[in-house]
């Protein structure tokens, strides 16, 4: 399945915000990249403003154009603000629910793990990292991989604090999710809102 593969810094000095977690080049050169990066540019337009958001959380969830596109007819389709449930489906994608558990040290390794075949909801293999994980279920590493190096580091090291939507065991290396979470609660600064006035053009 596509997905971005180019430089991580390149991205993260685009909005001046650590996109993929904790990053020395762009505590070094925080402005943006190019040329022109450091000297001062035009007031941003408000269709300027909105893509930006969007491109933001595409960036920040792995998801390119298509899928994304899908994720908002979804949450379009449902009742209640749009951006918000935009917003608890990209939270509710099963490599991010890797993530936020603490599984892995990233999104892409999160994916990686799923993609693999390491990760399984409710004791059964899910290899497909865009599912949507529903409230009360499992998710977990297959029993037989649990002590993967990856796995194991990535739980002693942990990236964020603990989500209250999740709930997890360590000695299972298994997590609950509980429920989607409400957008106070999402530790990255995303306005789905935004994203929303711009698909409603």
């Avoid at 991205?11 to 505590?27: A, C, V």
């Amino acid at each position: 399945m596509a997905r971005y593969t180019g430089p991580k810094t390149k991205i993260s000095r685009r909005f001046g915000e650590p996109i993929y977690g904790p990053d020395k080049y762009l505590d070094r050169r925080n402005f943006p990249p190019g040329q022109h990066g450091p000297k001062r540019r035009k007031k941003a337009t408000d269709y300027g403003l909105q893509l930006r958001e969007k491109q933001k959380a595409k960036y920040v969830y792995g998801m390119l154009e298509k899928q994304f596109r899908k994720f908002y007819e979804r949450a379009l389709a449902s009742k209640g603000n749009t951006g918000e449930i935009l917003l608890q489906l990209c939270e509710s994608r099963l490599d991010n629910v890797v993530y936020r558990l603490g599984l892995a040290p990233s999104r892409p390794a999160a994916r990686q793990l799923v993609t693999h075949r390491h990760v399984e909801i409710d004791g059964k293999v899910v290899n497909v990292p865009s599912c949507i994980v529903k409230a009360g279920q499992k998710v977990g590493v297959r029993e037989r991989d649990r002590n993967m190096e990856c796995v194991v580091e990535a739980l002693k090291h942990p990236r964020e604090k603990a989500c209250d939507w999740l709930q997890m065991d360590e000695a299972t290396k298994t997590g609950t999710f509980l429920r989607a979470p409400q957008p106070e609660e999402v530790p990255e600064t995303l306005d789905m809102q935004t994203v929303v006035e711009l698909y409603s053009r």
